[in-house]
């Protein structure tokens, strides 16, 4: 993963503005994953194939219990103002009614729930970073998928954000089946994904 610095803030709060306007007028390179992480533009190459698979298994699954108003998207950007963030996360899900505004991003706050699949670069940008940034923005559900977890590949479901912080509602190894509450209602069986 590469990094282009941000310039600071300055007093008038332009720093957000400037920065969000520089990551949306750069020629990025195709297929990269261009994020915004804590003031900092990043760029990492296009994830692998089993990173993709485990992303597509949770996507055509939340279609099987969402509403038909709701979207499932996995290349839509998220920012979180209040974290100096602009995510891609791996899934999102948002329903369809709050998407007025035009446009290459949405605010994080109109977000049901993300995920997060790690990579070997980016893992602790997704369980600490991306964590705390979806928690501030009040996402009420935030799924990592962990291959690269220390003590082995884990699934885990944080809730209940309050300021930066997610108390973790489940956490199971690969393997086991973890269950989204209320409003998805939803069984996911980790042992489809695979293990790097």
């Known amino acids: 993963m590469s990094a282009l610095a ?7 709060g332009n720093g957000w503005e400037d920065l969000v306007r520089r990551w949306e007028s750069m020629d990025w390179p195709e297929g990269c994953k261009v994020e915004i992480i804590e003031g900092i533009i990043t760029v990492a190459p296009s994830p692998s194939v089993r990173h993709n698979l485990t992303a597509s298994k949770v996507h055509r699954r939340l279609y099987s219990v969402i509403p038909d ?8 950007s998220i920012a979180v103002r209040s974290r100096s963030g602009m995510f891609i996360p791996d899934l999102v899900v948002v329903p369809e009614d709050v998407l007025t505004e035009p446009g290459s991003y949405i605010p994080a706050e109109i977000c049901l729930l993300a995920a997060e699949v790690t990579s070997p ?3 602790n940008h997704d369980r600490i970073t991306k964590a705390a940034a979806y928690a501030r923005a ?7 998928i ?4 220390p003590g082995g590949p884990t699934v ?4 209940e954000p309050k300021g930066d912080v997610y108390r973790v509602l489940r956490a199971v190894p690969f393997g086991e ?3 989204l509450p209320a409003p998805f209602d939803l069984a996911l069986d980790t042992a489809e994904f695979p293990v790097s």
């Open 146 to 149: 962990d291959a690269y977890a």
């Open 6 to 12: 941000a310039e600071p803030q300055n007093s008038q």
């Open 156 to 159: 885990t479901l944080y809730g």
């Open 69 to 76: 108003d709701w979207a499932v998207f996995q290349t839509q």
């Open 177 to 179: 089946e973890i269950h």
């Open 121 to 123: 670069s980016n893992a």
């Open 138 to 144: 009040g996402v009420p559900l935030y799924l990592l």
